[in-house]
C-alpha cells in the first residue's frame, strides 16, 4: 500500500496545512480517506484526477472532513468526461442522510452516468478489491469512525477522537497508525494531544505513528519526537 497526505491541517485555513485527507493506494484500488476543502485541488497536484479514486471513506460530517464532497461529486457529473465507473462512500451512522442532505442542497451532484454506493459501516468489516476495510466508533461526534484497511500490511486512520478502546483495537499491531494528534501538550475534548496518544500506542504497539490533524500549537513545540512517532506534513509519501 502506498499512503499520499494531501493534508495534515484542521479547520484552520493555513497555507502550509490543508484540512486533513489522505489517498491510500492498494493494489490499483484508490481509496481517499475524508475530502474537506480544497482536496480534489491537492488530488490534482498529486498527479491524481476525480475518476481515479474508487472509494470514498468519511471519518465523520464536520465542514474540514467534508466541504469538497460536493466539488467531487459536481466534478464527476461535469468534469473533463462524466464519469462511468461506480463509487462507493462508506461513513459512520447518518451517512446517507448526510449525502441525501448534500443532494438536497446540491441537485446537480446526483450521479448521471455512474453508480454511487452509499454504505453505513460500523463495527463491521468488509472487503473491497482485496482490501477489507472495519471500522469502528471513536470519540468525537456521534458518527465518527476509526478506520483500518488490511491488504498484506495495515494501515489504521484515528479520524478526529479523543481517547479511544476502539482506536486501540483498530490500531493493534498496525504497520502504520495514522493518529490525531490534534494538539502536543494542550488537551482539548474530543481531541487527542501526546499524553493521551502514548497511552493509545502503548497498548496498540503499531509500528509507525504518523501525528496529524495539528494545531498551530506545534508551530512552536520545542519537544523532540523519538521513533515510531514523524510528524506528517502535507506531500508526504510513504509505503506501507
Ligand atoms: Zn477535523
Ligand atoms: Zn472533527
Not at 502503548?202 to 514523524?230: E, N, S
Request: charged share 25%; net charge positive; with cysteine.
Amino acid at each position: 500500500m502506498k499512503l499520499h497526505i494531501l493534508g495534515t491541517g484542521t479547520a484552520i485555513p493555513r497555507i502550509e496545512r490543508n484540512s486533513s485527507a489522505y489517498l491510500v493506494i492498494a493494489r490499483d484500488f484508490n481509496i481517499l480517506v475524508d475530502v474537506g476543502p480544497s482536496v480534489v485541488r491537492r488530488l490534482l497536484e498529486r498527479g491524481f484526477e476525480v475518476d481515479d479514486i474508487d472509494l470514498i471513506v468519511i471519518t465523520h460530517f464536520h465542514v474540514d472532513h467534508t466541504a469538497d464532497l460536493s466539488t467531487f461529486f459536481f466534478a464527476c457529473n461535469y468534469g473533463k468526461t462524466a464519469r462511468e465507473k461506480p463509487l462507493t462512500i462508506i461513513g459512520g451512522n447518518g451517512i446517507t442522510r448526510f449525502y441525501r442532505g448534500l443532494r438536497k442542497i446540491y441537485p446537480w451532484i446526483e450521479p448521471k452516468t455512474y453508480d454511487l454506493t452509499v454504505k453505513r459501516l460500523v463495527n463491521e468489516s468488509r472487503a473491497f478489491n482485496g482490501v477489507t476495510i472495519t471500522t469502528a466508533p471513536v470519540r468525537h461526534n456521534p458518527e465518527s469512525i476509526g478506520i483500518r484497511l488490511d491488504e498484506k500490511r495495515s494501515l489504521t486512520f484515528s479520524g478526529d477522537t479523543d481517547f479511544s478502546q476502539n482506536l486501540i483495537k483498530l490500531a493493534d499491531r498496525a504497520d502504520l497508525l495514522v493518529a490525531e494528534c490534534a494538539f502536543p501538550e494542550r488537551k482539548v475534548k474530543g481531541h487527542l494531544n501526546l499524553e493521551s496518544l502514548y497511552r493509545i500506542v502503548k497498548k496498540a504497539m503499531p509500528k509507525r505513528v504518523l501525528l496529524t490533524h495539528l494545531y498551530p500549537d506545534w508551530d512552536t513545540y520545542k519537544g523532540v519526537l523519538h521513533a515510531p512517532y514523524l510528524l506528517a506534513e502535507d506531500g508526504m509519501e510513504i509505503e506501507i
